[in-house]
């Protein structure tokens, strides 16, 4: 904080040099050193019942005119856990076993009081009981008795003193703060206290023997509208002093990306597309020919929707389900051979999440696009990983096509290098890959200045045994596309080392992080 | 993708000659295998799923001989056709349907690394396109130790008795099924209400193997091994034959002689395997020019195909006849032949560009135009905007915030129960949003936009995405007002007509609480929050918060 840790030049505006007997202060410096000096000339900032930030600001200057001391001392205090706020709020088991005890007349056996509380917290309720007395257990002929013997626990005062202010732990019975502890009510906190005190100079000047002329400090509307502001001394500001700290509504950082990734598609001529999350495979799956034991369909790779439990309703698309159908049996008439198995309906209305935006691009082609067309997509996509620095559960995928004739896997390269640019990536090259459903298949990388190359973009020309099926007049129209992790993308462009910062729930960072230029 | 590792001197000892790291790595710089290690003792290469062939040193090894054309074309090994019989009987359709194999002998395994490097291969096969045994399994055996024909026939496991490779006393296949580590590893894919087991069985009734289980320890393989009989066992035939193929290929490439076997199935069909003959495909020349986006001339395309390992005849001009061998199951349509002659031509080579004539106007989909709007707005009114996930539990969506349970879309396979469920509200990320950064100055004022997931049995996948916008703001003295006037601001920044109607919902406190209605229908709510939700998520200043529909208003 800008008020201990800077040691300014400081900035004494003494009138009548040596013997100092006239200081210029304004009102509020005024009224925190006549405070100062009522609370003994010594104080925490907090305790003197000024506004922190301003009481802050006001010590500062009178620090840097040599009237008060600051030091900043460090303080244990006690807080309350998440769990002890929720026993605050709805009782300690022990407390809550009282009520249900004194409802029954103070005695009741065990067995009829299972179920009466989780039994977890009635194990715990017995054992805190019987340790404070407040409890007795009797057992005769296997039967545990409970006596009621006192109706307050000690625990209660201590936990709602804690709730109210700060509280040292050398405030409260020690036994009482052990148990607490154990039991995960309680923690110890740390709190910075600034601590005022006059220094001699400060003392002279509250007992009157320096004369204080007070100085204007912010101007309001009365002292400009009475003329006041003439007539008085306008303090001298130290410029180079800090001010408060101001958090302002931003967009996230992430977003800000996805956003730049938006304009850039758009600025190509690229028209965004979307496609539920909750999809049936055959939008995922079947039409990008992709068959129907490809592990990318297994359980580890895809999540399964086990609710709601019925197919989803294919019904409006009987003839493309059936050409389909055929191509990935025999072909159909696409001129390929064809994955050669039977082909099944019910895997194909089966629901899922969506695991790649190409699901959009499919039910946006199949829908029926204008030759040419470009359409992108940008959302999430999941997949059953098990969350780590470089998995998350769900993730954005960016998607884009370029549908129009006489395409090949030149212009392919063309449009990723141009994407690449716009990016911000000077050098490109392209790798053979491997997609069910394009052909020829390629991978783009770009240079990056530390990490070397990355890859950044599956693609390829989709295969004619999605494209005819959908009525496209494959060779001569054809349809590039490409897929891209954009997160991983969002991590280099914001420096980040692990992918679940890109949904994170750390609040100082999203205000601090500085907007992308 | 398949990763394999190789012995280093073994792969110059098959390719004849050594290569630098530099000049290997730029060999394959272009193709679909990377080398990904260059090492003292080995070589590790990382190869794409549809070429299953080259997750063999001797596969690599045949690729590399194409490209600095040592030798080019189909590759030839000498056959034999048609040597014996395997026969397949009924009893084992119903446990494990298909069987394919072959003979391969004079073969040059003296090495360990010869033995190892085929067991790796098996091994990655079982893994990949086996996945994990169910689908294709591979036996090898010395076939010195085989007397033929072949039987793939079906029995109880109690009436099967031999000693299991790595054992050294004869058990039943129950007990190798009960007590072996592979029996219990892999017992699941063969179970059968009869408790039968598939066996391949010789002439004499031996067990050769019990797939997908395990071999029989009297056809070992050893060192020095040089004829071998090799089976495949599995649930889908092409898959089988394909690993067959791939397996046989290796085995030639080490010197040896290839037998056929006949498959004679139950109903009488007849299957030669492998398959003597490559399959062949007729692509047109301006087919291939058209999808490379070059002018090669049809001599240019058959050599680059012909470093790719495949055969390529003249039919005429604009013709071509493809030789396919059958280790390759890449290839179904022509583009697939297009692709090989941009892969061996090299992908880098060809150069690129944008086209020209593709003139198309670029706009964003209406639904994030909308939610740019309000999120100009909500970060005019100083909030800060965070992102949640769509995933999450039950737990965190309902119990943990005070919120009445309903249903929600739940998947069968989560990770973890944290990620089991989507969200239909974004209030609840907010709200432990808010818990999470108690510590942070206040005010906190927090907003997301983003999509959640509303049960709908009227749309086609039973569910459907709404976008919203959920904002929350607490301090230490904060009130409905301070979240009205909010919303009021987009209201009329946005020219909505908005009303608001006491309702009560949980987590929001009785009688601070409104839905916001317009005349597109119900937007969304507002509303305190009950503070005795804030403790229990250990919050101590009061919050208020709304979230709204914003698809409606698309």
Known sequence: MALISHAYDCDVRIKMGSASMEISLSKGEIELLMRLYKKGGRSNLEELGIDKSKAAAWAELLRERGLIEVLEKRDEFLVLTQRGLKHLEEGLPEEKLIRILESKGGKANLNELKGSMENGELNVAIGEGRRKGVIQLEKSNGRVTLTLIRKEVPEREILEKIAKGYVRPEEIDKEAFTGLKRRGLVDVGEKTFIELSLTERGWAAARGEVKIVEEIGKLTRDLILSGEWRKRKLKVYNVKAMPPVVYPGKPHPYVQFLEEVREILIGMGFMEVKSPIVEAEFWNFDILFQAQDHPAREVHDSYQVAFPSTGADLSNY???????????????????????YSWSFDIARRLILRSQTTAASARTLAAGLEVPSKIFAIDKVFRPETPDKTHAVEFHQCEGVVLAEDMNVRHLMGFLAE???????????????????????????????????????????????????????????????????IGRLAMIKLDLDDIRELHSQNLDYLRKAPLRR | MPVIRVSKEEFFRLLGKELSEEELKSLLEDTKVNLEAFEEDELEFEVTADRMDLVTIEGIVRTVKGLIEEEIGLPEYPLDRKEFKVRVTKAVAEVRPYVVAAVVRGVDLRTEDSLISLIEAQEKIHETLGRKRKRVSIGLHDFSKVVPPITYDAKPSDEVVFTPLGEIMEMTAREILEQTEKGREYAHIIRNPKELVPLILDSRGEVLSMPPIINSELTRLTPGIRDLFIDVTGTDLRAISYTLEIIVAALAERGGRISTLEIEYPDGTLLETPRPEPSEMVVEVDFVRRMVGTSLSIDEIMHQLERSRLGAQKLSEGLIKVLIPGFRADFLHPVDVAEEVAISYGLNNLGYGLPENVM????????????????????????????????TSKEFLFNSVGRDERPVVEVANPISESYSVLRDSLLPGLLHFLAANTHSQYPQKIFEIGDVVIIDENYETKAR??????????????????????????????????????????????????????????????????PSVLLRLGITVPVVAFELKLQALE
């Open chain 1, 419 to 485: 994407f690449a640019k716009q990016l911000g990536f000077k050098e490109v090259k392209f790798k053979p890959a491997y997609f069910p459903f394009t052909e020829p298949s390629v991978e783009a990388y770009v240079k990056h200045d530390q990490l070397g190359w990355i890859e950044i973009a599956g693609s390829g020309l989709f295969r004619p045994e999605m494209l005819i099926p959908m009525g496209y007049d494959y060779p001569k129209v054809q349809a590039l596309a490409w897929g891209i992790g």
């Open chain 2, 465 to 530: 995405d709404e976008r919203r916008l959920g904002a929350v703001y607490a301090d230490y003295s904060v009130g409905f007002e301070d979240a009205y006037s909010h919303l009021k601001a987009l209201s009329d920044n946005l020219s909505l007509d908005i009303k608001l109607e006491e309702c009560e919902e949980r987590p929001f406190i009785s009688g601070r609480c409104a839905k916001i209605n317009s005349p597109k229908g119900e937007l969304g709510i507002i509303g305190e929050i009950d």
């Open chain 1, 318 to 340: 009987i003839e493309l389900v059936e050409r389909v159908k055929r191509t990935h049996e025999d072909g159909w008439n696409t001129g390929s051979r064809g994955w050669g």
């Open chain 2, 360 to 391: 198309t106007v670029g706009r964003r989909h209406p639904r994030e135009a909308l939610s740019s709007l309000f999120r100009t707005l909500m970060i005019g009114l100083g909030y800060q905007e965070v992102l949640n996930y769509i995933m």
